[in-house]
Every structure is written in C-alpha cells, then in structure tokens.
C-alpha cells in the first residue's frame, strides 16, 4: 500500500507539472501576434498581462487554456489515487486532485517547455478549486469580485482569496464530513498553493504598500 500511495503522489505530481508547464498566454500570443506576451507589460504569462497587452478575445482564450489545464490536471490526479489507493484509503482520492494542482501550478509559474518563466498561476488555481470544490470557488469568486468592484485592483483580490482559500477549504471539508488524515492533507496542500501565489505577487504587494499598483479603467 505505502508503495502504491508514493506512485500515486508522484505520477499526480508529474501530470500536473507537464501540464501546467503548457503555457497558453504564449502560444495564443505567438500563434495571433507573432510575439510572446513576455515581452511586453509586466512580462508575465498570464491572462492580465494578455489582456493588457492584447485585448479580450485572446485573453478569453488564456482562461479557457489555464482553467482547463488546471481542470485536467486536478481530474488526473483524483483518478490516480483512486486506481492505485482506493476509494477507501485514509487519503481519499480527492487529496490527488490537491497534489497535482500544486504542481500545475508549479509548472505554469516555471514551465519546462518556455524557459521555466511563466505565470503567477492564479488562473490555475483557481481552475484546480472550481474542479475539486465548486462551493469554495464560488465563495472566494464571490470575495474577489465585491473587492474588485471597489478597487478595480487584480492583485489585491487574488492575494486577499489566496489568503483564504485554505481557511475556506478546512471549513468545507470539516462539514462534509472527511476523514482527519484527508482533511489535513488538503488544508496543507491549500497553503502550499496559497503561499505559492502570494510570494509571486511579492512585487505586487510592494506596489500596494506604495500606492502604485495598476487599476483596471485607467491610464498609466
């Protein structure tokens, strides 16, 4: 059984890198303009700068590409624990959806096909979250969006629902009713993803201590 939970963590965690390493700001970029989009603006690959840079339509696409790698990976990975471990082990196979997003997201902030410079991975997870837990996803939608309305401030509201997310996620898994072990493990795997996209904003959370940080309606 220990033999077969350590397949399932790393071919979870492999899946999720390769696909979160597919960088879809750059191929949609490249493939309608010519350039890589991390060139230009604040030279992330993500779907702000896209927008930025681009306009609406490509950047529909980035969120369609870095919901749906995420999505994809999360699925693999609950798949994979539940073949190799069981529906009935003390790691349900929920926890392999956890594990392989934080590793999608790892791939798209360093992804081994452009470079292992990418993203500030909030798409991704936030893709992995609609996928595994709807109900926390809408929760912290719903959290991100009234602060957006006030603020017109991204980076604030991704950081303030990263903040969050695993503090949500303990809450919901402790009311359905999971075993301790998998509550534990996912609550752990939140914060990990937490603390991931917190630190790549680092630069962001500079700027909102300066009072500079871009607004969304107005001009630089």
Not at 86 to 93: E, I, R
């Amino acid at each position: 059984m220990v033999l077969h939970v350590i397949a399932a963590c790393v071919l979870a965690a492999l899946a999720g890198y390769l696909l979160g390493s597919i960088l879809f700001s750059v191929l949609i970029s490249k493939a309608m303009f010519n350039e890589d989009v991390r060139t230009h603006g604040s030279g992330n690959a993500g779907m702000t700068n896209v927008l930025r840079t681009y306009g609406k339509f490509p950047a529909v696409l980035t969120i369609i590409g870095d919901v749906g790698k995420s999505v994809a990976a999360a699925n693999i990975g609950r798949v994979l624990f539940a073949s190799l471990i069981g529906t009935d082990a003390l790691l349900a196979p929920v926890c392999g959806a956890y594990l392989a997003a934080i590793f999608c997201m790892i791939g798209h902030s360093r992804p081994l096909y452009f470079g292992f410079k990418g993203g500030k991975c909030v798409l991704v997870g936030a893709g992995a979250a609609l996928s595994i837990s709807p109900v926390v996803c809408g929760i912290l939608l719903l959290v991100f969006l009234i602060q957006f309305a006030f603020t017109r401030i991204v980076s604030l509201g991704s950081i303030m629902v990263a903040g969050l997310f695993p503090v949500v996620t303990l809450i919901y898994w402790i009311i359905l009713g999971a075993n301790v072990p998998t509550i534990i493990f996912n609550t752990l795997c939140c914060a990990i993803m937490a603390t991931m996209v917190i630190w790549l904003h680092r630069a962001n959370i500079e700027r909102l201590r300066n009072g500079t940080e871009y607004r969304f309606g107005t001009k630089k």
